[in-house]
């Protein structure tokens, strides 16, 4: 009964591959993120979508490509995959609190990617 | 843009006393939430302690609190009575208002607590 889930946890790869992280939520929630956590651990946003509509688009390259097949999954697919792009990245949902303010997010447990 | 500092890299202390980490916000915005989220070696991001800007009332959840300061843009967060399994990166984050998946966490640098035994 995992709230945020994500597949794979980890993911070996080599540079120039494609690769797709997926992620899903059981909390009827409407909202969903991607967010990237670096080497140094800092978190960042990288997209929010909401009930399958993309909201945030947060200066990723054009590599990546969430999708949304519907509010309870939000997948993230990397194309050429590059040495930079190794992180942790966690997805994360929330719900509308007073009127439609969306309110705490839940995360995943994470993926790590480690591209070589 | 906001940002949210995070001043305090390491800190350590001895089970069973308080410790106090530090986080200031820069923002011009009037309502908005802070988080505290914790991050065990296991990576996973858990939920600590959230503060919506128009309550006053610091809030508190069992051994963690808050100290709000609106005026001075500070949101401290004091752990009392540490426990080993407090060790942990703390993250503090901001997010502003807004309306259906409009608004996204904005996150300090971290800081690593470890807790002695």
């Known amino acids: 009964d995992t709230a945020v889930s994500q597949t794979p946890k980890y993911l070996v790869t080599q540079m120039g591959n494609d690769k797709s992280i997926k992620c899903e939520q059981n909390?009827?929630?409407?909202?969903m993120y991607w967010y990237k956590q670096d080497s140094k651990k800092f978190l960042k946003i990288m997209f929010s979508?909401?009930?399958?509509?993309?909201?945030i688009n947060e200066t990723v390259p054009n590599r990546f490509s969430p999708k949304s097949p519907d509010k309870a999954h939000l997948n993230l697919h990397i194309n050429s995959l590059e040495l930079g792009d190794s992180a942790v990245y966690f997805c994360?949902?929330?719900?509308?609190?007073?009127?439609?303010?969306?309110?705490?997010?839940?995360f995943g447990p994470g993926t790590r990617l480690l591209v070589l | 843009a906001q940002t949210v500092t995070q001043s305090q890299p390491e800190m350590s202390v001895q089970e069973a006393e308080t410790v106090t980490l530090s986080c200031t916000y820069d923002?011009?915005?009037?309502?908005?939430?802070l988080f505290w989220y914790k991050q065990p070696p296991s990576r996973q991001m858990i939920l600590v302690i959230r503060?919506?800007?128009?309550?006053?009332q610091n809030a508190t959840e069992n051994r963690f609190s808050v100290n709000f300061q609106k005026a001075a843009k500070s949101f401290s967060l004091k752990i009392s009575d540490s426990q080993l399994g407090d060790t942990a990166m703390y993250f503090c984050?901001?997010?502003?208002?807004?309306?259906?998946?409009?608004?996204?966490?904005?996150f300090g640098t971290g800081t690593r607590l470890t807790i002695i035994p």
């Open positions: 984050a901001f997010m502003k208002s807004a309306n259906f998946g409009n608004e996204k966490l904005t």
């Open positions: 923002t011009s915005e009037s309502n908005y939430y």
């Open positions: 994360a949902s929330s719900e509308p609190g007073l009127a439609g303010v969306e309110e705490t997010q839940y």
């Open positions: 503060q919506e800007a128009y309550k006053q």
């Open positions: 979508y909401n009930n399958k509509e993309l909201i």
């Open positions: 909390l009827g929630h409407d909202t």
